[in-house]
Nanobody, 128 residues
Framework: QVRLVESGGGSVQAGGSLRLSCVDT????????MAWFRQVAGKEREKVAALRSDGRTRYEDSVKGRFTVSNDNAKSILDILYLEMNNLKPEDTGLYYC???????????????????WGQGTQVSVSS
């Protein structure tokens, strides 16, 4: 059974960095797509970054140049997802969710939020 577990959230000051991790605890499969979303109270869940199994990535405009999504490069399968976040801003504050799907078909579409599996989220708080 797929269980995605996120870690690495925390509280930092603006300009700081955090690295989020997402692991499929079953570790027995390779996904077609994994992604990071964030949600702020009262707003819709926003797709921050996505990584397709062929290595292609997509970022939300506000995080381009500051965030980097990656997997375990030593492995040929996609079952781990990292999000390196640099130069954090207060507007990056939110609950960050990891998501995964066996299909890669709509992985890089910004509006696609229909993923098979979701983690519980890890909180990121950035103070000014």
């Amino acid at each position: 059974q797929v269980r995605l577990v996120e870690s690495g959230g925390g509280s930092v000051q603006a300009g700081g960095s955090l690295r989020l991790s997402c692991v499929d605890t079953d570790r027995a499969r390779s996904f077609g797509c994994m992604a990071w979303f964030r949600q702020v109270a009262g707003k819709e869940r926003e797709k921050v970054a996505a990584l397709r199994s062929d290595g292609r990535t997509r970022y939300e405009d506000s995080v381009k140049g500051r965030f980097t999504v990656s997997n375990d490069n030593a492995k040929s399968i996609l079952d781990i997802l990292y999000l390196e976040m640099n130069n954090l801003k207060p507007e990056d504050t939110g609950l960050y969710y990891c998501a995964a799907d066996h299909s890669s078909a709509r992985c890089l579409e910004s509006g696609n939020v229909n993923f098979e599996y979701w983690g519980q989220g890890t909180q990121v708080s950035v103070s000014s």
